[in-house]
């Protein structure tokens, strides 16, 4: 009799274990294909011309034409009602800092990017146009000073997806959209590339 209750009871987990199996088996593409519909709308910035870390060519610099690379945008998030990007250089020699008051370089002031917007094509631009450290509006390519070190600069693209719109009387300039901003950004990321001077 004690027998026939210890086979009774292994059939009773064997089932368990099977009915349990079978239950995860069927709802684990669900949870997979969720996850990846999660990861897929992370916001991504990308250029087709350099990677994240790599070199930036020639032509998007001072010793070329000097246009703005092409840039791809996905992710973007639901809510998000424009779009902002902004690229400047941390890497700027101090006497360069002192002379200007600045901290980094301003290359680029993109705001008011349309959220549906995918590509940023080569030369062209997207949105309205802030003031670069120069003091005019429009892209200002990589122009590390060769004289100084490090003569490698690092150049952050950020790309900014906000809950609103930024409106301003005239052309702002980094730090002022950067304020204008507050308390609006849904999600952000950054592309960095490099560039030496030869």
Not at 48 to 58: A, R, S, T, V
Not at 81 to 105: C, E, Q, T
Not at 174 to 193: F, N
Request: glycine share 10%; with cysteine; net charge negative.
């Amino acid at each position: 009799m004690r027998r026939a209750y210890t086979l009774l009871g292994v059939l009773f987990l064997i089932v368990f274990a099977g009915a349990f199996l079978a239950f995860e088996k069927v709802h684990a593409p669900a949870s997979e294909e969720a996850a990846n519909n999660t990861h897929s709308m992370t916001l991504t910035l990308t250029s087709p011309q350099f990677e994240n870390g790599g070199k930036i060519p020639p032509l998007y610099t001072c010793d070329s034409d000097n246009i703005n690379p092409e840039f791809r945008i996905s992710g973007v998030p639901e809510g998000a009602k424009s779009l902002v990007l902004l690229a400047d250089d941390p890497d700027i020699p101090d006497a360069v800092k002192g002379s200007m008051g600045i901290d980094a370089f301003d290359h680029w002031v993109l705001y008011g990017i349309p959220p549906e917007t995918t590509v940023i094509p080569e030369g062209s631009t997207a949105g309205s146009e802030g003031l670069s450290s120069r003091g005019e509006p429009g892209y200002v390519g990589p122009c590390p000073p060769p004289e100084y070190e490090p003569k490698e600069h690092r150049y952050f693209f950020r790309l900014y997806a906000l809950s609103g719109t930024l409106n301003f009387i005239k052309a702002p300039t980094l730090e002022e959209v950067k304020q204008a901003m507050e308390g609006m950004v849904i999600e952000e990321t950054e592309l960095m590339g490099r560039y030496e001077r030869q």
